[in-house]
């Protein structure tokens, strides 16, 4: 069964302070991605990387950043998180040729 | 921007089949058409896959034209536990994934 963890279920920072939020995949996975979700909006593309150290923007990159420095783990980084980045964080990889997404359990975080 | 369009919403009742379509007019070749499912709180979870005609599993079944530029998803039967966000998402390995907004279904008894 593919495995993908991610390291906090929920955090709590304060505007400002640098946050990383980790993903971690089992299966040698490829493509592995990071999303936000908020109500009413749907779930985000924020980045995805295709291989070690490679890295593409997804629809909403700002305020973030990635690294991949290892095939099995994939982290989002918020240099000096803000408020308007609280949200629910879903990890996700593909797993075969057709693109099918298996995602970890998400990631609660709130700026305050 | 998102290659698939859903409505926003559905209702039903208990025990009734359901029947959520996707259009997704600018489909690719090499894409395929995946549903996923997504309770609060959770990542979304796959339901089906498929790139042409139809494909049934355990919980759902897929239907998909000729000329791919729409899907269907059928639940037979819901149940109140079906109660969720249904996605619709064309793509393949080599893409970025992006997702549309979802369908709401919303089970009644």
């Known amino acids: 069964d593919v495995k993908v963890t991610q390291s906090s279920r929920y955090l709590v920072k304060r505007t400002g302070e640098k946050v990383f939020l980790e993903c971690v995949q089992d299966?040698?996975?490829?493509?592995m991605f990071w999303y936000r979700q908020d109500p009413g909006l749907g779930l985000r593309l924020i980045y995805f990387s295709y291989d070690v150290k490679m890295k593409e923007k997804g629809d909403i990159p700002e305020g973030y950043s990635v690294s991949r420095e290892k095939k099995e783990r994939f982290s989002l980084i918020l240099e000096s998180a803000s408020t308007n980045q609280t949200s629910m964080y879903l990890c996700?990889?593909?797993?075969?040729?057709?693109?099918?997404?298996?995602f970890g359990e998400g990631s609660r975080l709130t700026v305050l | 921007l998102a290659k698939t369009t859903q409505p926003i919403s559905m209702d039903s009742y208990e025990g009734q089949e359901v029947n959520i379509t996707c259009s997704h007019n600018?489909?690719?070749?090499?894409?395929?058409i995946t549903w996923y499912q997504q309770f609060p709180s959770q990542g979304p979870r796959f339901i089906i896959q498929?790139?042409?005609t139809k494909v049934t599993n355990e919980v759902a079944s897929l239907f998909i034209p000729a000329d791919r530029k729409s899907s269907t998803l059928s639940l037979p039967r819901v149940s109140l536990s079906d109660t969720a966000v249904y996605y619709c998402?064309?793509?393949?390995?080599?893409?970025?994934?992006?997702f549309g907004t979802g369908t709401r279904l919303q089970v009644f008894p």
């Open positions: 299966m040698d996975h490829e493509n």
């Open positions: 600018n489909i690719a070749t090499n894409d395929y």
């Open positions: 998402l064309v793509g393949n390995n080599t893409d970025k994934l992006i």
């Open positions: 996700a990889i593909t797993e075969g040729p057709t693109g099918e997404l298996f």
């Open positions: 498929g790139y042409k």
